[in-house]
Structures are given as structure tokens and as C-alpha cells.
């Protein structure tokens, strides 16, 4: 991952980059650097950990330029110390990078053997010293960049900066995404158009293997054979005002409570008018024309697919194939020109969902991105991009995004019905009309919170944590145990109900609180009796379920938490609340940071 900013202004770039690389922290925050050049003198400062301790770095020890290039780190190769912190600088060549250079033991071993002395363990810093090597051997800054590129192999996005060269940056993108941002007099590259949002609109976006020789005039663009290439200068619409807060306490917070509003709106952009039909305003969806559907993804965005797959079968009667992303492609699946595949991703910039959408790209019938971030890879390179319309999202772990990926499933699952003739007119109503209650019932599960936090104080005791669901709960399941696990780092396993007794159920003691998901449902019987086994060996069972599940089961569980009763096809729309507040709620009770947990990073783009 990391964040990537550069900055040829007019007036002190410095404060500007730490305003853009805040933006990007998002991308990784082990630690962040800068580096400017001044006079043709280069100058950097690092600081280990998040941008606060950058900003501190330049309290004390300040840096002036006009020019200059900024990072955010999410470590890969070597530990989050001030030496592997980028920029990092080699003779006139300062450098940083996102991604891997996956050839970079063997460079480094022939730039040792040529004299080259190394200040870091990370791959990056080849790319420095095979730069600066050229540039000893005669060459031109840009001579020297193009044949560094041709050299290394890997998935990177870089950013150069030179001494001697006041009005000179060279950016070049091969698998991680890189923007160029287009200013009066000044230039700007950026990792994504969020962070170039405060300076400019006006962006071009470099194509796979594309690099680019930037000065205050403007930008020349070379495509990977070295040819100039043209490419579009669009004005993106990102918001320019800084994300905040708001009232709370953490963005995890304010955008879990957004999604009564943000889902709402997702709604209303697959809806028509008069609410009584799905529609997609970016173009032709026909599921009755493909024999099957795969959806692929990762994380939480990865559960939504494992929801969407029950809704997509009941309701169409297609078959759903879903996979991670990571093991997709190297599965080799067999795709066909009957096969639409959906990739879902919050980012639009995850790694391995780019990856998986290249390889069934020349494959599939039809393939649909269903992204938040509209401007990003992976909405761009799919032939139809669905947004989800969640908002930024900023906290480190999913939340809105998660809800708003099931809307939007839960509306295409209507339409695919519609269109593969499995409804009636009248149910396809009723269904809508169930899907515009959401907001409202979301707003009554927050208003659980207090219950939520109070049995959170309880839950932050325990090492080990279960979560069991059946049906379209079993995903949610999964994602209450991802959310638990990456907050609080209390371990924690999702199950499917009936799944327990075939291993896990060896872990359950007094020790163990099991967190079942249970509305009522055509399954709730079901659930319950799994529940009974858990407690017939001792297991303590938190049973979210409505008023009802809470009369018929309650007895002998450790705590029940009532949410709305709900249709079942919409239940892990509203179960998803609970999974969150759980988490966020023990998060903060073990005092972790819960906007940006440790090791994590919010747009994962390394395989
Ligand atoms: C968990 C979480 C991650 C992401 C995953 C995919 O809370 O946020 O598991 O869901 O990294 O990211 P996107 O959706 O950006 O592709």
C-alpha cells in the first residue's frame, strides 16, 4: 500500500503535503517522510508512526522547498524504523514508493558489489541507488528513471525528485495506481485525486506502465514502450473539504451511525421514482442473459459477496460462485462469455481484486465493479461500474461500505428476478417496499448502542470469541468476528451454526463467550438448538435476535440483545450493526486505536 504525494507549487509545499499525505493515511501509517529540493540542495525529514509524529519532526527541525515528494509507509520489507522510512535518497536521487519490487535482492546485490552502500532493509532503496548509479554514469535525470524502470520487476507506483533540479519530478506507475494533478503553474502527483482534492480537480491518471516527466509547465507521459502518450485530463469530482469528525469520537463512529442516511441514498439511485421498480442509471444489466454469476473480493467487502450469493440464488435461481481474491486467479477458474463476474471493493484499489478483474477481464460476459470510490482502478476497468454511493470512508475498518454493498446486492438480486422471471410484479413491490424500511430500522438497531456498549465491557475480558449464524448469518458471522478480531485483537472465529459440532465446539468452556446471530427466521429453530449444545458444555451465549427470538430462547443464555424484527431477507442488513457496535464498543474498551488498528491499512494495494 502506502500513500505517494509530490508537489512542484509555487509557494511552501511542505505544509501542503502533510495536509495531502493526512489524506493518505489511510493507505498505511507505520511511519512518513518528506523530502524537497531547494537551490538544487535536497533536504528530508522522517518520523516513525503516523503523520503526527512527521508534523512533530518539522515543529522541531523545520524544512522550506517549494518542490517536493511525501509518503505514508504500510511496511513490507523491513520493520516501521526512521532508516526504512521513505523518502529515501541515494547521491541526487530521492524516491518514493508504493507496492514491491519483487527483483530487489539481486540489484542490491549487484549495487553492493559496485560500491553501493545501503542505509535500509526495504526493497525501495534499489530503486534510489540504481537511479542515482545512472545518473553517476552520465545520464540525465530522465534517462536515468527509464532505464532504472526497465529494471525492476514488481507492482509499484514511484515518485523522483533530484538535486540540482528545482522544477523536475518523475512519477511512474506499474500495477499500484498513480495520479498527476494539473495546477495553475504548478504540478502535483498523488497515490489517488483525494489527495490532490485540496490543490487541484483536474487529474490525469497514468495507465499501466505509464511514467511521467513533470515540470511547472505541465506533465509529458510516456506509455510503457516509451512512446508519448495522451491521455485524458478529467476534472473529478472528489469533495475538497477536509473529512472530520463530526460530534464523534472516531470516524468508525460517525460513518457507523451515517448508514441510515448513506443507505438511504444508495437506495434512491437504484430505485426509480416511484419506488416500485430497481433500476441501474449507469447502464445495461441483464442477468437473464448469463448462466452464472462469480463475485470476488476480499474481506469484509468478500462477506458482502457471501450475502449477496444467498440472495442472488433465492430470489433468481443463479447459481453464485464467490471466491477471495487472493486465491482467485491462481485457481485458474474457467470463466465463460456466460459468465458475468462482479468484483466488489470499497477502495476500488485492493491489489488482488484488480489482479482477479484482469485475469477474467478477456473472459467473462460482462464484468461489473461494484466500488465506493468511483475515480479508482478497479471502477475503471470494468466494463459497467456500480456505486455503492456509502461516502468517504475513513476508519480503517469497513462499516458503511458494508451495509451499502448489501443495499445495492439487495436490489440487483429484485432486478435479476425481474428480468429472469422468478417474481411477480407484486412481489417484486413488496420486496422494494421492504428494502426502503431499511434506513429506518438501522436507525432503531443504533439505538441499541448503550445495550451494546454495556455488553462490550464484558466481551473486552475474553482471549477468544465465537460467532455463530446460519443462512445469510453466517456471513455475518464471519465479518462480526473479522470486526472483533481487527479492532479489539481479541481473537475471534466465525462459524456456521451447524458447523460447530464437526471441531470447534472443543473450544467452548465457561471462558468462551459465543455470539449468536439468530433473527427469527425459517432457520431460528435451528440456530437454538446449536445454541443449546453450546451451553449444555458450559459456553456462555450472547443471542442477538428480536423480541420474539428473545421469548422463545432466552433461557439459560448469558445475555440477549433485542434488535427490530426484521424480514429475514433484510436481516444482515441490520445484523451488521451489532457486529460493529460490538467490536467498536470493545475496541474501546481495551483502549486499541480503532480508526486505524495496528498493522492494517485501508486500501491494501500488494498482493
Ligand atoms: C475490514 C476491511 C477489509 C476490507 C478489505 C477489502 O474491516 O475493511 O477487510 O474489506 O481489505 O477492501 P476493499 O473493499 O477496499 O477492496
Redesign the pocket.
Known sequence: MCGIIGILGKSDAVSLMVTALKRLEYRGYDSAGIATVTDGVLGCRRAVGKLVELEATLATAPLQGKAGIGHTRWATHGAPTTANAHPHIAGPVAVVHNGIIENFRPLRDELRAAGAKFTSETDTEVVAQLCAANIAAGMTPQQAVDATLKRLEGAFALAFLFAGHDNLMIAARRGSPLAIGHGDGEMFIGSDALALAPMTNRVTYLEEGDWAVVTRDGAKIYDALGNLANRELRVVNVDSVMIDKGTHRHFMAKEIHEQPSVLAFALSHYLNANRTAVVVPEGDLDFSQFNRIVMV???????ACHVAKYWFEQHARIPVEIDV?SEFRYREPPISPRDLVIF???????AD?LAALRYVKDKAGLVVAV???PESS?AREADLALPIKAGVEVS????K??TCQLAVFAALSILAARQCGKIEASAETALIQKLTQLPRLINEALAQEPAMALIARDLAKARDILFLGRGTMFPLAL?GA??LK?LSYIHAEGYASGELKHGPIALIDESVPVICFAPVDPLFDKTVSNMQEVMARGGKVLLVTDAEGAERASDGVWKTLILPKIDPFLAPVIYAIPAQMLAYHTAIEKGTDVDQPRN?A???TVE
Open positions: 473480493a476480499c474481506g469484509t467487502a468478500f462477506y481474491a466488489v471493493s470499497q477502495s476500488g484499489e485492493t481484486t466500488i465506493n470510490a478497479i480503517v475498518a469497513s462499516s461500505a458494508f465479518e473479522l470486526k481487527e492494517l485501508k486500501s491494501v
